[in-house]
């Protein structure tokens, strides 16, 4: 078994996992800063009077965000429900569905936190076991080269460790705006389901009938 090639795989490995998980950063940075910002807008203007998508600016609504999604879908439908126990339910269906939104492939950068130190470490075991096949093969002719070969596989290591630290960073960031982000949704969702839809009042009751008086003889 060639070691040696084994050895280097890992690296490239490495070095793809790497790459991933800072294309992945790049997107999720630039997507939760403008999410977050759209929510903070929509929350300042949407007050406990809105009750239609007509009493919101337009270029915050039609925007393709989280929030503008969430109020347009519960603005539409909250007009067709009638009890107060409805809108909650469809409030927290929404709130649920664009959670789901919101985490969407941060799975991505916590399996390279996960897996990182994990492909380190094989790179380090397949470069001492390179190390220790060289040596048996030719014995200790040169010192420094066993040191070479050692220095070569701790560094696949701290490689991999670099690359969890750097990854878990983001990834606890993500978290931070995921939570911040749920909470301007909450709000949003909570002032949306106010003020219209309703349990309709009883209609009143009709006034008995009065029976007509005889009259009476003369």
Same mark, same amino acid.
């Given at each position: 078994?060639?070691?040696?090639?084994?050895?280097?795989i890992?690296?490239?490995?490495?070095? *793809?996992? @790497?790459a991933?998980?800072?294309? !992945?950063?790049?997107?999720? =940075?630039?997507?939760?800063?403008?999410?977050? /910002?759209? $929510?903070r807008?929509?929350?300042?203007?949407?007050?406990?009077?809105?009750?239609?998508?007509?009493?919101?600016?337009?270029?915050?609504?039609?925007?393709?965000?989280?929030?503008?999604?969430?109020?347009?879908?519960?603005?539409?439908?909250?007009?067709?429900?009638?009890?107060?126990?409805?809108?909650?339910?469809?409030?927290?269906?929404?709130?649920?569905?664009?959670?789901?939104?919101?985490?969407?492939?941060?799975?991505?950068?916590?399996?390279? *936190?996960? @897996?990182?130190?994990?492909?380190? !470490?094989?790179?380090?075991? =397949?470069?001492?076991?390179?190390?220790?096949? /060289?040596? $048996?093969?030719?014995?200790?002719?040169?010192?420094s080269?066993?040191?070479k070969?050692?220095?070569?596989?701790?560094?696949?290591?701290?490689?991999?460790?670099?690359?969890?630290?750097?990854?878990?960073?983001?990834?606890?960031l993500?978290?931070?705006?995921?939570?911040?982000?749920?909470?301007?949704?909450?709000?949003?969702?909570?002032?949306?389901?106010?003020?219209?839809?309703?349990?309709?009042?009883?209609?009143?009751?009709?006034?008995?009938?009065?029976?007509?008086?005889?009259?009476?003889?003369?």
């Amino acid at each position: 078994m060639n070691y040696q090639t084994l050895h280097e795989i890992t690296f490239y490995a490495m070095y *793809v996992v @790497a790459a991933l998980a800072a294309m !992945l950063i790049v997107e999720r =940075l630039i997507y939760y800063s403008i999410t977050l /910002a759209d $929510a903070r807008a929509l929350e300042r203007v949407m007050t406990h009077d809105v009750n239609s998508l007509g009493d919101l600016p337009e270029k915050l609504v039609a925007r393709d965000s989280v929030g503008a999604e969430a109020l347009r879908e519960m603005l539409q439908t909250k007009s067709e429900l009638t009890d107060h126990r409805d809108v909650e339910d469809l409030s927290e269906a929404i709130y649920i569905a664009m959670r789901a939104k919101l985490t969407r492939r941060l799975w991505i950068l916590d399996t390279v *936190v996960t @897996a990182a130190p994990l492909l380190g !470490l094989l790179g380090t075991i =397949l470069g001492i076991i390179e190390t220790f096949s /060289a040596l $048996a093969t030719s014995g200790i002719s040169d010192p420094s080269s066993v040191s070479k070969g050692i220095g070569t596989a701790l560094f696949a290591t701290a490689l991999g460790i670099s690359i969890a630290l750097f990854g878990l960073l983001f990834h606890n960031l993500f978290q931070d705006k995921v939570d911040r982000i749920n909470d301007n949704l909450k709000i949003l969702l909570i002032r949306a389901g106010m003020g219209r839809a309703s349990t309709p009042a009883p209609a009143p009751r009709a006034a008995p009938h009065a029976e007509p008086v005889p009259a009476l003889a003369a």
